[in-house]
């Protein structure tokens, strides 16, 4: 049999090396020799001992922390010995290295798969207050481990070295250490122009030392109120 589908590119990729890597610029391949954690319903296929297991409730401060951001959908803990693939709706999927000291805050939504040496938090934006439905909370990882997050379409990284302003939506994670806040587009005149609305009802600042990462697109906001409305579906899982 002979086609093009079998060419070298779309072969798996093999490794002596477990852990994170990219099958191609869509799917995530962990060579799994222990445990990892995943969203709940990315996987697309696994080879090997492989056990699925959601995470159940947590404690009171958790249980809390889940009623406030307003989050269901949970995240699974993957153990055993095999080769998992994750991917979700084709997104771009990057892997990011995290070293001691580093911390990174990330929409939830963006979070695709994680060590489990990695320690997280669910914390309100700075400066976010009430202001906007979107980007509330972010899942803040520290510790030493690889994570795998996903972005609509190839993302730029802004080296914040001036004042910067992006679109909550569209904005995937950035550097924990920098003041974050949100403000009204109108503050900026992105209110109206030439008298019809652009859509863009508040702006999402950054100052300090770092880097965001923008997607070429935006999630859109779903149907709520105040801090339960948009919070990237992963956060409930993290607190459980």
Known sequence: ???????????????????????????????????AMARVG????????????????????KF??????????????????GDVFLAELA????????????????NGSSVLAFDSTLQYDIRMVGGAGMASSSGLFNCVFTGHGRIAITTKGTPVVLNVDAPTYVDPQAA??????????????????LGTLLGRSTGEAFTMSFAGQGFVVVQPSEEPPIAGSGAQEQQGGLLGGLLS
């Not at 997104?91 to 990330?106: C, T």
């Open 91 to 106: 997104k771009d999927v990057h892997i990011i290295d995290l070293e001691p000291g580093d911390a990174l805050s990330i």
């Open 42 to 61: 990315s996987m697309v296929a696994y080879q090997g001992q492989v056990q699925f297991q959601a995470l159940g409730s947590g404690g009171l401060g």
């Open 1 to 35: 049999m002979r086609s093009a589908l079998f060419s070298a590119e779309n072969l798996e990729k093999e490794s002596t090396q477990p852990g994170m890597r990219l099958q191609n610029s869509k799917m995530l391949k962990i060579e799994l020799n222990g445990e």
């Open 172 to 189: 995937v994670c950035w550097s924990a250490n920098l003041q974050t806040g949100y403000h009204r587009a109108e503050q900026f005149g």
């Open 64 to 81: 809390l922390k889940q009623k406030l951001t307003g989050e269901g959908v949970p995240l699974m803990k993957l153990t055993g010995r």
